[in-house]
C-alpha cells in the first residue's frame, strides 16, 4: 500500500463503491493508494482498459487542451469542484481514476446508490479534521449524484463551500434538472460527449491487441468491427463488453477470428441512448413533435420507433400526438384531433405491439395535415387578457335568466335567440364591454381553414352590426348593361352556340326593362339562403351585402378596429398558456424538476 494518506474502497461485483473504514482497509485488497482497487486479470474487458493517464482518454478533445479544466483536476493544479455530466461510457468514471491516480490528494469514492447523509457527513468530518492536522486535501468522488435527493446534496454545500472537500460528481442526467441550484452554482460543470464511431473503433483496435486486454489471441474481422461500433451507439462500454463476449464465443469454437456471425451471436441489439426518466426521454420527445410540426414525415416515424423500441409508454405518445392535433394542425384539418383521438383510444384497447400501427398512422397523419396554430394563438391571448385583468362583467342579456326573480334583476333581458333568424346569426353583443371588437381568432388559409377565413369576416360583421365595407365607383370601361334573367334552357342554348360561333348573338331586351345592378343580383332574387329576417331587417347589414362578401378571404379592416393595439402582434411563438416544452417536461428552474 502506498505511504500516500489515503482511503481505500473496494469495487462491488455490482459496479458500486464500498466506503472503507477510514482508519484502514479491512479485507480490501491492496490497491495503487488511489482509492480504487487494481483491475485483476479477470475483471472485465472494460476495467483492464481504463486508461492510466490522461494523454490515454479518447475523445472530449474539447476538455483536453493545455489548461482546461479537466487537466487541471487531473493534474491537481486547481481545488475545484467538478460536475462531470455526459452519457453512459463517455468516460467519467475513467476520469475519476485518473483524478486519483494522478494526484497526492486523499481520494474517497461513493455512489448515491447505496450511501447516505451520514456517509457524507463522515467523509466531511474526517475530511475536516486532516485539514486541520495539516493532512492532505480530500477529493471526494459521488457517482450518479442526480440519484442523491435534495437533503443529500444540501449537506454538502457548507463543505463544498470553503473547500474542505473538493467535489468530483458525475452524472448521466441533465443537472439542470437534477441537481440543486446552489450546488451547482458552487461547481464547474464539465459536458462530455458521446463517442464518435472512429474512437470507438479506436479503442476496440486497442482492446484486441494491447496486453491489458485481449493481447492479440483472436483477431477481428472488419465487418464484426463495424458491427461492434454500430451497436455501440458511442457507448465505449458496450462496445468493449461486446468485444469480450464474441472472443468468448470465438475461443469456445477454437476460432482465431472473430467474424460477423459470431458478433451477432454475441449482441444483436443496439444500444438506444434513452432512459424514459431522464434527458434523453425530453430529448427525443422532443425531436418527434418538432419532426411533425416540421412535416418531415419520415423523421418523426424514426423518433416514433426510438420511443417504442426503448420502452416508452405508448399512452404517453398517444397523449403527445392528441395534444399535436390540436396545437399544430388545428382547424387547417380538423379531423386531424378524431385520429389522434382514436389512435390514443386504440392503445388503450388494444395495446402492444398491435398498437404501434395506429400510432404510425397517427403520425403520419399528422406529418402531412396542413399546419395552423391559430387555436393555440387564439387561446394564448385570450388567457393573456384574463390574466392581466381585462374583461368586465357579463352583459345582462347573456346572464343565466332559469330561476325566479332573474327577469327582475334585468338577467336575459333583450337577448336575441339566433336560430329565430333564418340564417342562424344575429346582431349582438357577447364579449364584455371592454373586450368588444377584439379579434382573438385569426385564421391561416392553409387547408380547410381557407373556408373558415372567408366566412368569418361577415360572421363578425353581422354579429357586431358593423356596415359593409365600402367600394369605389367601377371603372366606366368595365360597365356595360346586364342581360335579363333567362331560364336554363335558353341559357344552355345560348351556350352552345356560343362555342360554334365567333361571338354570341346579340340579345335585344324588352321594352320597360329595368336592368339590374352590375354588381348584385337580379331582381326577385333572394340573396340569403333563405331569405332575411323581416324583423331584423332595420338593425343588421343588408343580408345581399354580406352574401356577396362571403368568398372574400381576410378580416374586414372595420371589424378589427383597435385590435392591434389590444392583441399585439399576430406571430411569434406563443404557447397556448402552457409553461411545458414539446417534450411534455415542465422546466424546475431551481432544482428537480
Known amino acids: 500500500m502506498s505511504d500516500r494518506a489515503g482511503t481505500v474502497f473496494v469495487m462491488e461485483p455490482d459496479g458500486l463503491f464500498s466506503l472503507a473504514d477510514p482508519g484502514g482497509p479491512r479485507g480490501a485488497q491492496p490497491g495503487a493508494g488511489d482509492g480504487f482497487t487494481t483491475p485483476g486479470a479477470d475483471s472485465p ?23 482546461a479544466p479537466l487537466r487541471q483536476l487531473v493534474g491537481g493544479a486547481a481545488p475545484m469542484s467538478v460536475i462531470l455530466w455526459g452519457p453512459p461510457g463517455s468516460g467519467k468514471t475513467t476520469i475519476a481514476h485518473l483524478v486519483a ?46 440519484r442523491f ?71 477481428l474481422a472488419a465487418e464484426a468491427e463495424d458491427h461492434l461500433v454500430r451497436l455501440a451507439g458511442g457507448d ?4 468493449l463488453t461486446a468485444l469480450e463476449a464474441a472472443a468468448g464465443s470465438a475461443a469456445a469454437v477454437g476460432a482465431a477470428e472473430i467474424d460477423l456471425a459470431t458478433a451477432e451471436r454475441a449482441v444483436d441489439v443496439a444500444a438506444v441512448r434513452y432512459d424514459r426518466d431522464g434527458d434523453a426521454h425530453y430529448d427525443v420527445t422532443s425531436a418527434f413533435i418538432k419532426s411533425m410540426r416540421g412535416s418531415d414525415v419520415d423523421a418523426a416515424l424514426h423518433w416514433l420507433a426510438r420511443m417504442l423500441v426503448a420502452g416508452e409508454d405508448a399512452r404517453f405518445i398517444a397523449r403527445r400526438i392528441v395534444i399535436f392535433a390540436s396545437e399544430d394542425v388545428g382547424m387547417a384539418d380538423p379531423t386531424a384531433l378524431s385520429v389522434a383521438t382514436a389512435a390514443a383510444h386504440a392503445v388503450e384497447y388494444v395495446g402492444l405491439p398491435e398498437a404501434q400501427l395506429n400510432l404510425a ?24 387578457d384574463v390574466r392581466a385583468g381585462r374583461g368586465g362583467a357579463v352583459p345582462r342579456a347573456l346572464r343565466d335568466a332559469h330561476y325566479a326573480g332573474s327577469k327582475g334583476l334585468g338577467h336575459g333581458i333583450g337577448y336575441r335567440y339566433p336560430h329565430d333568424d333564418q340564417r342562424g346569426v344575429v346582431t349582438q353583443q357577447y364579449a364584455p364591454d371592454e373586450l368588444a371588437g377584439v379579434d382573438y381568432y385569426r385564421p391561416t388559409e392553409h387547408g380547410a381553414e381557407r373556408a373558415v377565413a372567408a366566412r368569418l369576416p361577415v360572421l363578425r ?8 365595407p365600402a367600394r369605389g365607383p367601377a371603372p366606366a370601361t368595365a360597365t ?3 342581360e335579363p334573367r333567362r331560364d336554363g334552357a335558353e341559357a344552355r342554348r345560348d351556350a352552345g352556340e356560343a362555342g360554334r360561333d365567333a361571338g354570341p348573338p346579340p340579345v335585344a331586351r324588352p ?83
Open 511 to 593: 321594352s320597360g326593362a329595368t336592368p339590374p345592378p352590375v354588381d348584385g343580383p337580379p331582381p326577385g332574387d333572394d340573396a340569403t339562403a333563405g331569405g332575411g329576417s323581416p324583423s331584423g331587417a332595420a338593425t343588421m347589414p343588408d343580408d345581399a351585402e354580406a352574401a356577396r362578401d362571403l368568398p372574400a378571404a381576410g378580416t374586414d379592416p372595420a371589424a378589427t378596429k383597435d385590435s392591434a393595439a389590444r392583441n399585439g402582434p399576430a406571430g411569434g411563438e406563443a404557447r397556448s398558456g402552457n409553461t411545458s416544452d414539446d417534450n411534455g417536461r415542465t422546466p424546475a428552474g431551481k432544482g428537480h424538476q
Open 149 to 219: 435527493s435534495k437533503t443529500q446534496q444540501d449537506s454538502l454545500l457548507a463543505a463544498v463551500e470553503d473547500r474542505t472537500v473538493t467535489l468530483l460528481a458525475a452524472t448521466t442526467e441533465n443537472p439542470y434538472f437534477s441537481v440543486i441550484s446552489p450546488l451547482l452554482s458552487r461547481c464547474v460543470l464539465l459536458t462530455l460527449q458521446p463517442l464518435d464511431d472512429a474512437a470507438v473503433r479506436g479503442l476496440l483496435r486497442r482492446a484486441v491487441a494491447d496486453e491489458r486486454g485481449l493481447g492479440g489471441a483472436v483477431t
Open 361 to 384: 398512422q397517427a403520425v403520419i397523419h399528422m406529418a402531412t395535415a396542413p399546419k395552423s396554430n391559430s387555436a393555440t394563438m387564439a387561446v394564448a391571448a385570450a388567457i393573456g
Open 461 to 468: 360583421r353581422i354579429v357586431r352590426g358593423l356596415p359593409p
Open 45 to 67: 474487458l472494460p476495467v483492464r482498459m481504463r486508461p492510466a493517464t490522461i494523454d490515454e482518454l479518447v475523445g472530449q478533445q474539447h476538455l483536453l487542451a493545455p489548461g
Open 101 to 146: 491516480a494522478a494526484t497526492d490528494r486523499r481520494f474517497v469514492a461513493m455512489s448515491a446508490l447505496s450511501a447516505g447523509v451520514k456517509d457524507v457527513r463522515a467523509v466531511i468530518d474526517t475530511a475536516r479534521r486532516q485539514r486541520r492536522a495539516g493532512g492532505p486535501p480530500t477529493v471526494l468522488f459521488i457517482d450518479e449524484v442526480h
Open 480 to 482: 356595360r348593361p346586364a
Open 236 to 239: 465505449v462500454r458496450k462496445a
